[in-house]
């Protein structure tokens, strides 16, 4: 222990830090003597460092190299993804610079620029690149190929905004459109003329939304900041800069945006919500818009609903084996009612819909209430709920059990009064789906009972509550084994000595360099057993009913992430992020 700051040296690292490079290769047998003495020649007939000689020769790869760096410990290496770049600060270094001296700026923190480069310790390219940017630089290391892949990423997206800003000039004239709008049952052509909003402004918002929807986005961010008007995209949970344009352009798309969906333009100091219905191609699709008064102007957020999507069947849900056994049972009861519950945004929809396809035929009546309607179907009667004009899910529930229905979806329960009703409706020889917020299976019982819900009808018409989380899945492009990390097996309670592989995703052009592609569902599905019914009369506590769960073979969201991440289909720090309660 160093007694001036308290700080235990650890000896392996400090006797790393001072062996030269060709030894710490040797002896972790990546190379032999024969190559290091090899390379040393080379080294000093061409005057360059060791680990380009190395890596020039093909003796060892650029990963070695970088990993034997940071077991050296004289320079900081990073793992290069162009999704931990700040493209604001990489461009004010310049793509000639960057591509010049074989750099990229990947951030500022407290007015300090991390300088990402192949040798950090060439103190004269890092003083050449402070002196520039005016600012101190952390010079750090990272592989030749990674920095050169980082610097394309940076500057081929800037051209590729300028590709987009070209796109809606040319449509200025063309007045081409894919998308309409439908406002009150009339269709409006966006390559129209607008006394409200200028012809670029229509067709900008045009293009956002058609490249949202091809890139899967299930919501547009629009925010006015303080010296641009920056438009992102949120695709699998991330979101990810897509458009970064001049502030005067934030106006005018706000108002555009509050046109289609019946807003008042006047309105800047106050949140608004609209909707409106899009047609891309020969897709309709719905557009739930909110704007809100910020410090730097009016910003929006625009959720995208895909109406017209391919549903799932209950097969296509990630579920295990067991798991889908019990979600078939719930299904085929007669009547009852089935919760599923989570968070916004977890699937919940998704789930609920997989098992009306499975209820879906000619002899049964379905009708769901939804705010709004997320999936089309056809064959079933479909309710948008509208509370601004009094239709709200208890009102709409009472009309929907005068309509002699087999099968009701209610999107969700909000109240004690919803939840009343929706109680009468499972014991009178309905079928009612619903969603509830709540964190786990056991838990949406304690909080019926919190809407003065009697214990014993909880018992009579409860079938079964899933409770549901989505992660992100692993870029299949990109996927690729991991060291284990202590921390992360401490915290899910996995053993250090366990024998099965992890991986990540190290980040690739397909997956915009966050190792991540598409997303999976995590289940914890409880189905009411005669000891659960038992239990849920008496009113005993979550922790009663979690413990029999198990007992029963419940597996919780927990186990059923740690399946997955064992299977190589998410990480397990995206396991951690969505099982970890408090």
């Not at 934030?250 to 019946?262: F, G, S």
């Not at 049964?364 to 179907?377: A, F, H, R």
Request: aromatic content about 4%; some cysteine; overall charge negative.
């Amino acid at each position: 222990m160093d007694p001036r700051n308290n700080i235990v040296k650890n000896p392996a690292a400090t006797k790393a830090r001072h062996t030269p490079l060709g030894e710490l290769l040797l002896k972790a047998g990546k190379l032999s003597e024969d190559d290091l003495n090899a390379a040393l020649a080379y080294k000093k007939e061409r005057g360059m460092k060791l680990g380009q000689a190395l890596v020039e020769l093909k003796l060892v790869t650029e990963a070695i190299i970088a990993e034997a760096l940071r077991q050296q410990g004289r320079v900081h290496c990073i793992n290069l993804t162009p999704g931990i770049v700040d493209h604001e600060i990489a461009m004010e270094l310049g793509e000639e610079r960057s591509r010049q001296l074989g750099a990229v700026a990947i951030n500022r923190i407290c007015g300090v620029t991390t300088v990402v480069m192949e040798d950090p310790s060439d103190v004269y390219t890092v003083d050449e690149i402070a002196l520039f940017l005016k600012t101190p630089v952390l010079a750090v290391h990272a592989e030749p190929s990674r920095i050169g892949e980082s610097i394309d990423d940076v500057f081929n997206a800037k051209k590729s905004q300028t590709d987009v800003l070209a796109e809606i000039a040319h449509t200025v004239s063309s007045g081409e459109s894919s998308v309409q709008f439908n406002l009150g049952g009339e269709e409006e052509d966006l390559g129209a003329e607008s006394e409200d909003v200028e012809q670029p402004v229509i067709n900008m918002i045009r293009k956002v939304l058609e490249e949202g929807y091809e890139a899967r986005a299930s919501d547009i961010h629009l925010e006015a900041r303080a010296t641009a008007f920056v438009i992102r995209f949120r695709v699998d949970g991330s979101l990810y800069d897509r458009l970064m344009l001049p502030k005067g352009w934030a106006r005018p798309a706000l108002a555009r945006l509050k046109v289609i969906a019946n807003l008042d333009i006047a309105q800047r100091r106050l949140p608004q919500d609209g909707r409106t219905q899009i047609e891309i191609g020969s897709r309709k699709i719905d557009l739930r818009i909110a704007t809100t008064p910020t410090l730097t102007g009016e910003s929006a957020v625009i959720r995208i609903l895909d109406g017209g999507r391919e549903l799932r069947d209950l097969e296509s849900l990630d579920l295990d084996p067991t798991q889908l056994e019990a979600l078939k049972r719930m299904t085929d009861c007669a009547d009852g009612m089935v919760l599923a519950t989570g968070p916004t945004g977890s699937g919940k929809t998704t789930t609920l819909y997989a098992m009306l396809k499975k209820l879906h035929k000619p002899d049964t009546k379905i009708i769901t209430l939804e705010d709004p309607v997320e999936n089309q179907m056809d064959g079933i009667t479909q309710i948008n709920a509208n509370p601004k004009a009094g239709l709200t899910f208890a009102k709409g529930l009472r009309s929907i059990l005068r309509q002699d229905p087999d099968v009701v979806l209610v999107g969700e329960i909000r109240d004690e009064e919803t939840a009343e009703i929706a109680v009468q409706a499972a014991l009178t020889g309905h079928l009612v789906l619903s969603t509830l917020h709540t964190v786990g299976a056991a838990e949406t019982i304690t909080r019926l009972a919190d809407m003065n819900i009697e214990p014993y009808l909880l018992a009579d018409t409860l079938r079964g509550v899933v409770s549901q989380r989505l992660v992100r899945r692993i870029c299949p492009n990109c996927r690729t084994p991991v060291e284990p990390n202590l921390e992360l097996f401490e915290r899910l309670g996995i053993r250090a000595d366990e024998a099965a592989v992890f991986y990540e995703g190290k980040g690739c052009k397909q997956c915009h360099g966050v190792g991540y592609k598409g997303r999976c569902g995590l289940y914890e599905i409880m189905r009411m057993t005669p000891e659960m019914r038992g239990l849920v009369s008496a009113g005993k506590s979550t922790e009663d009913l979690n413990n029999s769960a198990r007992d029963a073979g419940l597996i919780t969201l927990r186990d059923d992430g740690l399946r997955k991440a064992r299977s190589g289909q998410t990480t397990l720090s995206e396991v951690l992020s969505v099982t970890t309660r408090g």
